[in-house]
């Protein structure tokens, strides 16, 4: 099985106010990455845990936040959301050794 | 720093027919992993195949196949025998080996006419 689960997979939050997303996977993958997609670009990766240890990017360090409660979870936190953060937000997991990444559905955030 | 190129924003092919998206890439790692990817109408990005950088052959999955050329540093992807459910938009991806930072392209869009 190489599910990757998201919830919700819609959210509407409103200018200023915190949004909280979270994914799981079941492989024991190692690695979880969250990345944020809008229409004709590229995934954005935004941050990534390796086992433990939290990798945020320089450019949205301060925008996300992140917790992995356990190897199997991983929220994505914003504190207050912009009409920008409106994007499809997509976690992946990829297994040490294997290296391609296994996505999930993607959120839809809508900010209003 | 890894720099993943692809030129080809968009690409019209009738259904079986054979299709080759470009991808080159930058890196100064030695060894290194290269994927593509389909992001499906829905959205959904789907892991298709994979070449590492020290093997000569090139990857086959199903009706995917890969065109590596390293002297070049490109990674061409080629579909075989088009179907319309083929139609999506295929990003090229690299990750060197001691990164666990993927780089991905901007992605070409394929259309498969019946």
């Known amino acids: 099985d190489t599910t990757v689960k998201q919830n919700p997979r819609y959210k509407l939050a409103r200018v200023g106010k915190p949004v909280n997303l979270i994914c799981s996977q079941t492989?024991?993958?190692?690695?979880m990455y969250w990345y944020q997609k809008k229409p004709n670009q590229a995934p954005k990766l935004l941050l990534f845990?390796?086992?433990?240890?939290?990798?945020r990017e320089a450019d949205t360090f301060e925008k996300f936040q992140s917790s992995r409660p356990n190897n199997s979870f991983c929220s994505l936190y914003i504190g207050s959301a912009g009409l920008e953060y409106s994007a499809m937000y997509l976690c992946?997991?990829?297994?040490?050794?294997?290296?391609?990444?296994?996505f999930g559905p993607g959120t839809r955030l809508t900010v209003l | 720093a890894q720099k993943v190129t692809q030129t080809q924003t968009s690409i019209s092919v009738m259904e079986k027919t054979t299709v080759t998206m470009d991808c080159v890439y930058e890196?100064?790692?030695?060894?290194?992993?290269l994927f593509w990817y389909k992001q499906t109408a829905s959205g959904e990005i789907v892991f298709l195949i994979r070449?590492?950088?020290?093997?000569?052959e090139n990857a086959t999955v199903g009706h995917y196949s890969l065109n590596f050329q390293k002297p070049k540093s490109s990674i061409g992807l080629i579909i075989t025998a088009t179907q319309i459910e083929d139609s999506a938009v295929y990003f090229c991806a690299m990750r060197d080996g001691g990164n666990y930072k993927p780089t991905f392209g901007k992605g070409t869009s394929l259309v498969v006419h019946p």
């Open positions: 890196t100064q790692d030695s060894s290194y992993f």
């Open positions: 492989m024991n993958h190692d690695t």
């Open positions: 070449q590492d950088s020290y093997k000569k």
């Open positions: 992946a997991s990829s297994r040490e050794g294997r290296y391609e990444q296994y």
């Open positions: 845990y390796y086992d433990k240890i939290l990798n």
